[in-house]
């Protein structure tokens, strides 16, 4: 069964900071990686989707990468704001069976001004 | 603009009663699904479709039954048999296969959020 770890539960960082979020996978049979965004009360935002194949994937400030062989991936986001401010999650969608998409609990991140 | 409308956005039921929450997409995504969201749990499957008359249990399906009568909806009845029903809903929808055969990621709607009164 796949688990989906995401260290650390919360992180709070000055602004302008670099920071790493972590996410690890137990079962690497996975077609891909996706990392969201959640504010409070609200919906999932999709930030990056890495497949399989791939190594990494790059929007504007964020940064992820992926290492299917150790069940890691990391989502890096440079010269952090207020606004990054939210609930982190990464997801896997698992092969075999059902391909279900498997969630981590998140890192909730708090960017200080 | 194409995305997945969930409502109502907040949704109240009293003991006994049973709730239908309304998930519609107009992305032409052929997949559905139905995530369950409590604190410090993280989001668990309750059911999914892939297609048109079809869907299937997810972890979480007891209490719960779903219908998917068009591609572009896929409402959530909450019955009474589910016992702890207070939780944030999120629907999801995906692509299942690309032309290459790979896989696609999801999109989420904005949550119903659901009290039992």
């Known amino acids: 069964k796949q688990e989906v770890t995401q260290i650390p539960a919360a992180l709070s960082v000055p602004e302008g900071e670099n920071l790493v979020l972590n996410c690890s996978f137990t079962?690497?049979?996975?077609?891909?990686l996706q990392w969201f965004r959640q504010d409070p009360g609200k919906g999932l935002t999709s930030l990056l989707l890495i497949q399989s194949s791939q190594r990494e994937q790059t929007s504007g400030r964020l940064n992820a990468s992926l290492d299917k062989s150790s069940g890691r991936s990391t989502l890096y986001i440079a010269a952090s704001q207020p606004g990054d401010s939210a609930t982190y999650l990464c997801a896997v969608l698992t092969q075999g069976g059902s391909e279900k998409l498997v969630f981590g609990k998140g890192t909730k991140l708090t960017v200080n001004p | 603009d194409g995305g997945i409308t969930q409502s109502p956005k907040y949704l109240f039921r009293k003991e006994g009663q049973n709730v239908t929450l309304s998930c519609e997409q107009n992305l032409n995504h052929d997949a559905m699904y139905w995530y369950r969201q409590d604190p410090g749990q993280g989001l668990r499957l309750i059911y999914y479709s892939q297609i048109v008359n079809d869907f299937q249990k997810g972890d979480i399906a007891e209490g719960y039954s779903v219908s998917r009568e068009k591609k572009e909806s896929f409402p959530l009845t909450v019955t009474s048999a589910q016992k702890n029903p207070t939780a944030f809903y999120l629907c999801?929808?995906?692509?299942?296969?690309?032309?290459?055969?790979?896989?696609?990621?999801?999109?989420f709607g904005s949550g119903t959020r659901l009290t039992v009164v």
């Open positions: 079962d690497s049979a996975i077609y891909n």
């Open positions: 999801a929808s995906s692509i299942l296969r690309g032309s290459t055969g790979g896989r696609y990621g999801y999109t």
